[in-house]
């Protein structure tokens, strides 16, 4: 499957794709657990099933890719799915399960997914430039006069703000 197939820019996910492997912090294993709603317990039976790719118990802290990954399974295991479901459903990834939770989820219809990157600073500039044009021909076509009134009157506001600062700017030189 292409991510051509998938609406709203969502792109599958295969093999480890969206894993986190940097250690942002670590902090109390137990506070983390308890924020989490998760239970030593819990996580021995998921990492007795292989859904869990470290031993809890032996640790004091865990790294956010750690944390990460017990939210990860524990939406699964309270997801209401059968235990045999979730392995089928993790058989699709590829160990350890450190996927975002917030930006990994299960479609039905495509298999895991994931929303494209967000997008910063020229990426964003690069992404206009590309799309803006087809997009108000898109909306032109559509007969969306309203978005595209609301459009206009954001664009002469925006380009009010820009000659103050421009001019401020001109001003301090």
């Known amino acids: 499957m ?5 609406p709203w820019g969502w792109e599958p996910v295969t093999g480890g794709a969206g894993q986190l492997e940097f250690d942002l912090f670590s902090k109390p294993r137990d506070e983390l657990l308890a924020i989490a709603g998760v239970s030593l317990d819990e996580l021995d039976r998921w990492r007795a099933k292989g859904w869990v790719s470290f031993d809890a118990r032996s640790l004091d802290e865990l790294a956010e890719p750690l944390f990460q990954e017990v939210i990860f399974i524990r ?7 059968s235990d045999e479901q979730i392995g089928q459903l993790l058989a ?4 350890p399960y450190r996927c975002d939770p917030t930006r990994t989820a299960y479609s039905f219809a495509y298999g895991w997914v994931q929303p494209p990157p967000l997008l910063e600073g020229r990426e964003v500039d690069e992404f206009v430039r590309l799309h803006f044009h087809r997009w108000v021909d898109d909306r032109v076509s559509a007969g969306d006069v309203d978005t595209l009134r609301k459009l206009l009157a954001d664009l002469f506001g925006a380009v009010g703000r820009a000659r103050a600062v421009s001019d401020k700017e001109s001003e301090n030189e």
């Open 75 to 81: 939406n699964l295991a309270r997801s209401g799915l």
């Open 92 to 95: 699709k990834l590829k160990p």
């Open 2 to 6: 292409s991510k051509d197939d998938l």
